[in-house]
């Protein structure tokens, strides 16, 4: 088992720290792209990382912001919509994965929640060859702009039921998604997945969406 915290370079003299988690024999390593006003910290994307482990897959959470970056957004709010920095952060770390020791032989899957789902889009679709397939949770998908009609990869967009509105962007979104995808409404379940089992659905469906997804390959 492989457990070490880890720091990804990106442009502009920034390294963003990761927690990689890696069992023996791995199906494929998925890569935790965060929402705003969330790091890998987060409790429901650390519960979601455990239950993939438990089944085989490696995970690597990752801040997608420096720690002065989530100080300075805290105030005002400035990187968190930044798609085209996070999504550049997101494939960047996709390239990194290959390059690992640990995971340069695992297919990468990447999941993404709130404006993170965005992010996990534009990697997807400026790394083709490397990113198999997306799971997004409470997404934001329709902030990815013109990079969702350049998806090749399927798409599993999970949303609350009564989270109306992002349900409806997710739709809609998902109108644009050229390849396989689906939106799936866990029922009950609000914006942050916090009732009682609504994290466990979200972590089987992401496990059955990356099985599902595994043969086809990247591209």
């Known amino acids: 088992m492989v457990s070490e915290t880890v720091s990804v370079s990106v442009p502009g003299n920034v390294d963003l720290a990761g927690d990689l988690e890696v069992p023996p024999s791995s199906r494929g390593v998925v890569l ?17 990382a455990e239950a993939l482990r438990r089944n085989g897959w490696g995970t690597l959470l990752m801040d997608l912001l420096t720690e002065d970056e989530e100080r300075s957004d805290a105030l005002s709010g400035q990187f968190r919509f930044d798609i085209e920095l996070l999504g550049e952060r ?9 390059k690992h020791p640990s995971t340069s032989g695992l297919p990468v899957h990447v999941f993404g929640a709130s404006t993170g789902a965005a992010a996990a889009l534009v990697a997807a679709a400026e790394r083709p060859d490397r990113v198999v397939s997306v799971v997004s949770r409470g997404g934001r998908p329709d902030l990815a702009g013109g990079a969702v009609g350049r998806v ?11 989270d109306e509105h992002v349900l409806d962007l997710n739709r809609k979104a998902a109108e644009e998604l050229p390849e396989t995808h689906r939106v799936q409404v ?25 099985l599902q997804s595994a043969g086809s390959g990247p591209g």
């Open 90 to 98: 997101t494939a960047i770390a996709v390239d990194w994965l290959a």
């Open 152 to 162: 090749r990869v399927p798409v599993l967009l999970l949303v609350g039921g009564r």
């Open 186 to 210: 866990v029922p009950g379940a609000s914006h942050l997945f916090e009732e009682p089992g609504a994290l466990e659905q979200v972590a089987a469906a992401a496990r059955d969406w990356f």
């Open 32 to 48: 935790f792209a965060h929402g705003s006003g969330s790091s890998r910290h987060s409790p429901r994307n650390r519960a979601v």
